[in-house]
Structure formats: structure tokens, C-alpha cells
T-cell receptor, first 123, second 113 residues
Framework: NAGVTQTPKFRILKIGQSMTLQCTQD?????MYWYRQDPGMGLKLIYY???????DKGEVPNGYNVSRSTTEDFPLRLELAAPSQTSVYFC??????????????????????FGPGTRLTVL | AQSVTQLGSHVSVSEGALVLLRCNYS??????LFWYVQYPNQGLQLLLK??????LVKGINGFEAEFKKSETSFHLTKPSAHMSDAAEYFC???????????FGSGTKLNVKP
């Protein structure tokens, strides 16, 4: 298994440009997540998905969009890049037994598996 | 609302010394608790997690953490630091009925020879 892969590793954008950060997982995980990591701020959840066709906003969704047409892929779209979006972006996935925004756990929750990150600079 | 506080953005210890990284959480109900480690230019890796059962949890690389409900804490410890432990460590919480994670701001561990 390759696990969670992200492309590109690095990217420099000009203000107002758009781009898509790619994320793919080959573990058949239902849940996928996008985080941004700013220095000294930890990780902030941008968007997440509980299964193909289902997405929802996290803590900091403004300026981003996502889609989830397949279980494997969860791309993150920046439509009008701004300097405030300079950050390191991490995609993660987690195995779950059922879809839905609220699910009953059977006594435990599941680990998140992280990709290597995409370092984005907006100038 | 969930929140996680990690005391000390930087911690420095000597090789062989005790490692103690602090994490406190606020939650209306007992959450699930995690510690992740991040090496430079890499993603996060799970060190250990607490869901139910024994409150002292052992993880990889000799780390362990104890869930203390009365103190709303989940501090990470290792009896003897190794140079390879130098990294950034993140505490995270998740609600029991909703697979959404909240991360602390991280603690960078420096290990001196």
C-alpha cells in the first residue's frame, strides 16, 4: 500500500491564481480530511468527507472547495489564491465502517493516516 | 466545543533525561485522545491513543501517556530521551460520536547530547 499520497509537494502561486491539491489513498478508507498547518498553530481542519459524495466544512473552509467523487480521491481546490493561504496542507484518511455524519462507535475511534504534505506559497 | 492546550511550544531535554510533554483538553464529555509525532518535512504519525479501558496507554518508541479525567489531561512521557526523539509532537482530541479531530498547537522537542 502506498497509503496517502499528495501532489504536488511544493507550489508557488500568484495572488488570484487557482489550483487543485491532489490527495489519494489506497486503503479503502471512508473518511478523508484536509488540514492546513501554520507555524505555531497546529493543524486546522478545512474540510472532511465521510464517504464518496459526502463532504462537510471544518474549522477554516473559507477560500477552499472539495469534492469526493470516489473513495480514493479527495482533491482540495483553491479558486482565488491569497497570501493568507500560504501554509502546509495535509491530507489524511481514516477507516470507518459506515458512512454518515454521525455514527455510533463500537468502543473506539480510528487512527488518521497522514500524507506527506504540500507546501504552498502564495505571493 | 472541543479544544486542546499544549503547554510549552518548545521543550529541551538532555539525552537520557525524562521527557514530559503536557496536554490538557476541554470537552463536555470524555473524548478520545491522541498523540502524534511529526518529523521535519513529513506528515504526522500516530504515537498512541486513548479510547476506553486502561488510562495508561503505551505507544511506539517507548512513549506512554496517562488519561486523567479529573485533571482533563493526557500528558506524554518517556523515561529516557533519545536523539531520534527530536520532533514536533501534537496532542489531539476527537468526540466519541463524531470522527472529527482537534489538534493542539504542538510542542517541539529538542534533545541535547
Amino acid at each position: 500500500n502506498a497509503g496517502v499520497t499528495q501532489t504536488p509537494k511544493f507550489r508557488i502561486l500568484k495572488i488570484g491564481q487557482s489550483m487543485t491539491l491532489q490527495c489519494t489513498q489506497d486503503m479503502n478508507h471512508n473518511y478523508m480530511y484536509w488540514y492546513r498547518q501554520d507555524p505555531g498553530m497546529g493543524l486546522k481542519l478545512i474540510y472532511y468527507s465521510v464517504g464518496a459524495g459526502i463532504t462537510d466544512k471544518g474549522e477554516v473552509p473559507n477560500g477552499y472547495n472539495v469534492s469526493r467523487s470516489t473513495t480514493e480521491d479527495f482533491p482540495l481546490r483553491l479558486e482565488l489564491a491569497a497570501p493568507s493561504q500560504t501554509s502546509v496542507y495535509f491530507c489524511a484518511s481514516s477507516p470507518r465502517g459506515s458512512a454518515g455524519l454521525r455514527i455510533k462507535t463500537s468502543g473506539g475511534t480510528d487512527t488518521q493516516y497522514f500524507g506527506p504534505g504540500t507546501r504552498l506559497t502564495v505571493l | 466545543a472541543q479544544s486542546v492546550t499544549q503547554l510549552g511550544s518548545h521543550v529541551s531535554v538532555s539525552e537520557g533525561a525524562l521527557v514530559l510533554l503536557r496536554c490538557n483538553y476541554s470537552s463536555s464529555v470524555p473524548p478520545y485522545l491522541f498523540w502524534y509525532v511529526q518529523y521535519p518535512n513529513q506528515g504526522l504519525q500516530l504515537l498512541l491513543k486513548y479510547t476506553t479501558g486502561a488510562t495508561l496507554v503505551k505507544g511506539i518508541n517507548g512513549f506512554e501517556a496517562e488519561f486523567k479525567k479529573s485533571e482533563t489531561s493526557f500528558h506524554l512521557t518517556k523515561p529516557s530521551a533519545h536523539m531520534s526523539d527530536a520532533a514536533e509532537y501534537f496532542c489531539a482530541v476527537s468526540k466519541r460520536d463524531f470522527n472529527k479531530f482537534y489538534f493542539g498547537s504542538g510542542t517541539k522537542l529538542n534533545v541535547k547530547p
